[in-house]
């Protein structure tokens, strides 16, 4: 398994030289029916997620197609919520870049938005027809380059690079996009209580990127101020939000999931919340996707590009005048301690929750 770390380093010294060096495909655009699609997608769970829409608009134009994705070990997951998926590679596992590499597609695309390593193994595999963002050298790889707005909502970017397809749509969709499998939702029904008819609000104290955790204390008031009106908490997270839940339980009447379920287990019980409260992070956007109510915090991230559309998401955030200070992907070490977020206050946090529980109940 290559690291990510890595990944970023041979892109940062190397993407940049083999996109220019490269000569640009010249091949004509292929049949109107493609057999095989691969789409290319690096990074985390939230680009993952919000990428769905396209598959399943790619699966409804092409009904035929399979669709292949080259994925990262940190996001392949969330792919497991999107049915119509023929396989799942991993582009940090050499010998599975290696196979898609030998695979022959009619169409790739390259759903990165700036580094360019994804954008020249797009143009490495064998296919007449490659789409990609045109954000930096990498536009010479596609015979289909697509502009790129560093501030439009996620899904719709993405729905953009099917346009050289002619698909159909090409709007936002409403409502959520995301399926949980059987098999997940099965396996929580011991880890939530069913016949508890209370709302239930799940929080999620984690972020990939220190800057966008609102900290354990403020999430532990939340959950008291819940279970003071009678809700049900629970407190969901991986290994590395362990410790934080743990101390947002202490002594506390919840359900502390932490590092105890898979991401597809993790959807099933987000499936199941009344709310989900959570910074700007891979689990807020499952919970979009799978059409729940969210209180998000934002603060470093761009809100315009990630925040919850509708009037089922509260979204908070201070506007600062630093923020959102995310740029091409890079998040910058805050040297104001991340004061976007912490004058979100607990009480905002709670009332929204109260808003939101009041509108699903009216």
Known sequence: MIKTSLLKIVDR??????????????????????????????????????????????????????????????????FALCPGIRRVYLYDRPGQLLQVLRNCYDVVIDTEQWHRLSA?????????????YATNERARMFTHAVPYNHIDYEVTSFLRLLEPLDTTETAPPTGGWLEVPAAARQAVQTLVAA?????????????????????????????????????QVAVIGGE???????QIAAGLPLINLAGQTSLAETAAVLERAAVVVSGDSG????????????????????AAKWAPRGPQHVVLNKGLPCSPCTRFGYTPPCP???????????DEVTQAIETLIGKRES
């Open 13 to 78: 010294w190397f993407g940049a030289g083999f996109a220019q060096l490269l000569p640009p495909p010249s091949a004509p655009f292929p049949n109107a029916q493609p057999e095989a699609i691969l789409l290319i997608r690096p990074g985390g769970i939230g680009d993952a997620v919000h990428l769905v829409p396209a598959i399943q608009t790619l699966n409804q134009a092409f009904p035929q197609s399979a669709i292949d994705i080259l994925a990262e070990r940190r996001n392949a997951g969330a």
């Open 283 to 302: 689990i807020l956007h499952i919970a979009v996707g799978l059409d729940r109510p969210t209180v998000s915090l934002f603060g470093s991230g761009i």
């Open 195 to 231: 016949d508890d008819q209370s709302p239930l609000v799940v929080l999620f104290p984690g972020a990939s990127i220190a800057e966008r955790r609102w900290g354990g204390e403020r999430f532990r008031a939340v959950a008291q101020a819940c279970l003071e009106c009678d809700l």
């Open 336 to 346: 104001y301690g991340t004061r976007c977020l912490k004058e979100i206050s607990v």
């Open 240 to 246: 590395g939000e362990y410790q934080e839940a743990e």
């Open 120 to 132: 020249v193994v797009a143009r490495l595999i064998r296919a007449p027809a490659k789409v990609g």
